[in-house]
């Protein structure tokens, strides 16, 4: 398992507040990809799930969790869990640590429920890497959108999101530094291969809610109720995301919430056809495209269902979640499934 720097920060004071509070030791297993939690009794060896972030970062690993074939073999190390997401997740019997000295272990004979504890000090945010800040994101989306276009040269990639060449090198350095590529072969045998992109998915769908989503908020505004049901968007300009585009494509989904991505430019046909009016507390949110249309597979009046995924995982709403879930199985595991 490759870990970044703040990963290993993480761990490392996870470890720490768990042994305190718990008079547990853990250790990592030699060939770190497990924790050993030694116990009088036994030693207990437990699969790793590491996560930055706050509650959108768990939310979206909790899709990954989900989909382990040894659920109870598993432990999220989370750098902070609030009392309810610990009930939450005691509740789903997902195990997890915290760094400050919350848990949840439930490997009988041992059974541990810890919660309450908060962070002493002030929190340092995550270093965020130049691959998941705000042009980086737009790139990383058009590789998870579009397999194989991590192994087309660095002009065309820059093409085709329309990011400068320079920042095209640095995503794809990062990437490469961070064990989500793989290089064989030199010259014209060279191929490049994107991998781990289970969790590199899991990775955007945080930085795409942190730091991309709310720049592209142009407005809220409200309309006449069920009006997106009889409206129709011409996808060169518009397209459905969030709620509605999670009904269009799953039919599982009674939205609350309205989504539309647009043009900057083209916004206003969309207010007018749909006789939308401003309103801040308004259920209808127009969000800037932020890709080139050749750039991302069309499909048709929604927007790419990895980006309906991540609106859905950053609402926080547990019908939304499992609304992903179903859009997870049904369009977007087999882009990312490894060759």
Same mark, same amino acid.
């Given at each position: 398992?490759?870990?970044?720097?703040?990963?290993?920060?993480?761990?490392?004071?996870?470890?720490?507040?768990?042994?305190?509070? #718990?008079?547990? +030791?853990?250790?990592?297993?030699?060939?770190?990809?497990?924790?050993?939690?030694?116990?009088?009794?036994?030693?207990?060896?437990?699969?790793?799930?590491?996560?930055?972030?706050?509650?959108?970062?768990?939310?979206?690993?909790?899709?990954?969790?989900?989909?382990?074939?040894?659920?109870?073999?598993?432990?999220?190390?989370?750098?902070?869990?609030?009392?309810?997401?610990?009930?939450?997740?005691? #509740?789903?019997?997902?195990?997890?640590?915290?760094?400050?000295? @919350?848990?949840?272990? @439930?490997?009988?004979?041992? $059974?541990?429920?810890?919660?309450? @504890?908060?962070?002493?000090?002030?929190?340092?945010?995550?270093? +965020?890497?130049?691959?998941?800040?705000?042009?980086?994101?737009?790139?990383?989306?058009?590789?998870?959108?579009?397999?194989?276009?991590?192994?087309?040269?660095?002009?065309?990639?820059?093409?085709?999101?329309?990011?400068?060449?320079?920042?095209?090198?640095?995503?794809?350095?990062?990437?490469?530094?961070?064990? $989500?590529?793989?290089?064989?072969?030199?010259?014209?045998?060279?191929?490049?291969? /994107?991998?781990?992109?289970?969790?590199?998915?899991?990775?955007?769908?945080?930085?795409?809610?942190?730091? /991309?989503?709310?720049?592209? %908020?142009?407005?809220?505004?409200?309309?006449?109720?069920?009006?997106?049901?009889?409206?129709? %968007? @011409?996808?060169?300009?518009?397209?459905?995301?969030?709620?509605?585009?999670?009904?269009?494509?799953?039919?599982?989904?009674?939205?609350?919430?309205?989504?539309? $991505?647009?043009?900057?430019?083209?916004?206003?046909?969309?207010?007018?056809?749909?006789?939308?009016?401003?309103?801040?507390?308004?259920? +209808?949110?127009?969000?800037?495209?932020?890709?080139?249309?050749?750039?991302?597979?069309?499909?048709?009046?929604?927007?790419?269902?990895?980006?309906?995924?991540?609106? /859905?995982?950053?609402?926080?709403?547990?019908?939304?979640?499992?609304?992903?879930?179903? /859009?997870?199985?049904?369009?977007?595991?087999? %882009?990312?499934?490894?060759?």
């Amino acid at each position: 398992m490759h870990t970044t720097n703040n990963q290993k920060h993480i761990l490392k004071t996870a470890f720490v507040a768990f042994t305190r509070q #718990t008079g547990q +030791v853990l250790e990592i297993a030699p060939d770190k990809q497990f924790l050993l939690l030694k116990t009088p009794e036994a030693v207990v060896k437990l699969e790793l799930l590491i996560i930055e972030g706050g509650a959108v970062a768990v939310n979206a690993a909790l899709g990954l969790f989900r989909r382990l074939k040894n659920q109870t073999r598993c432990v999220m190390i989370i750098p902070q869990v609030t009392a309810d997401m610990a009930d939450r997740l005691r #509740t789903e019997n997902i195990q997890f640590i915290d760094t400050a000295g @919350n848990c949840f272990i @439930n490997q009988p004979p041992l $059974y541990l429920f810890i919660k309450g @504890n908060k962070i002493q000090g002030v929190v340092k945010a995550p270093v +965020v890497g130049r691959a998941f800040k705000q042009t980086g994101l737009r790139v990383l989306y058009a590789l998870l959108c579009n397999p194989g276009l991590e192994n087309e040269t660095y002009r065309a990639i820059a093409a085709k999101t329309n990011v400068a060449l320079g920042m095209v090198n640095w995503v794809l350095n990062e990437l490469n530094e961070l064990g $989500y590529l793989v290089e064989t072969g030199k010259g014209r045998a060279r191929h490049i291969r /994107l991998i781990e992109k289970e969790k590199l998915l899991e990775r955007w769908i945080t930085g795409y809610a942190e730091q /991309l989503r709310p720049k592209l %908020l142009i407005g809220r505004y409200r309309g006449a109720d069920g009006w997106w049901q009889k409206a129709a %968007l @011409n996808p060169e300009n518009a397209q459905w995301g969030g709620e509605v585009a999670a009904e269009k494509l799953t039919d599982y989904l009674k939205p609350q919430a309205i989504t539309v $991505y647009v043009d900057k430019d083209k916004q206003g046909a969309v207010l007018i056809q749909n006789r939308l009016k401003k309103d801040p507390e308004g259920d +209808v949110e127009l969000l800037q495209r932020f890709w080139q249309p050749g750039a991302i597979v069309p499909h048709g009046e929604t927007v790419h269902p990895i980006l309906v995924y991540a609106d /859905l995982m950053a609402t926080g709403n547990q019908r939304n979640i499992e609304t992903a879930r179903i /859009l997870y199985d049904e369009h977007i595991v087999q %882009l990312i499934r490894e060759d």
